[in-house]
């Protein structure tokens, strides 16, 4: 039973914008905090955005900062990754996932147990 679900990747051109859903279910639900991860063809996987479901608070990778924005509807049910000025570089397979313990919003991989499959996300050179 997938318990992180993912939505809203697509197409978008050089300087568009995209917004990501994250549907949160299950035991995820008691998450500590949501991050959204990216992984494009032939590179590691890197953190971009996370956000704490007890304050809100957040955190992004340089790369992202300025350009988009993560946020939780007021159920905390879904979490959103508003995208904005995309690059092609922007460019890969998005992932979100729950961390249930922590003391901060993390970027670390290690720090999230549950994940979701993923929504690929294109911008052309």
């Known amino acids: 039973q997938s318990q992180l679900v993912e939505s809203g990747g697509g197409l978008v051109q050089p300087g568009g914008s995209l917004r990501l859903s994250c549907a949160v279910s299950g035991d995820a639900l008691d998450y500590y905090a949501i991050g959204w991860f990216r992984q494009a063809p032939g590179k590691e996987r890197e953190g971009v955005a996370s956000?704490?479901?007890?304050?809100?608070?957040?955190d992004y990778a340089d790369s992202v900062k300025g350009r988009f924005t993560v946020s939780r509807d007021s159920a905390g049910n879904t979490v959103y990754l508003q995208m904005k000025s995309l690059k092609p570089e922007d460019a890969a397979v998005y992932c979100c996932?729950?961390?249930?313990?922590?003391?901060?919003?993390?970027?670390?991989?290690?720090?999230?147990?549950?994940w979701g499959q993923g929504t690929q996300v294109t911008v052309p050179s």
């Open positions: 996932a729950a961390a249930l313990t922590g003391w901060f919003p993390s970027l670390r991989e290690r720090d999230y147990i549950y």
């Open positions: 956000i704490i479901g007890g304050d809100d608070s957040t």
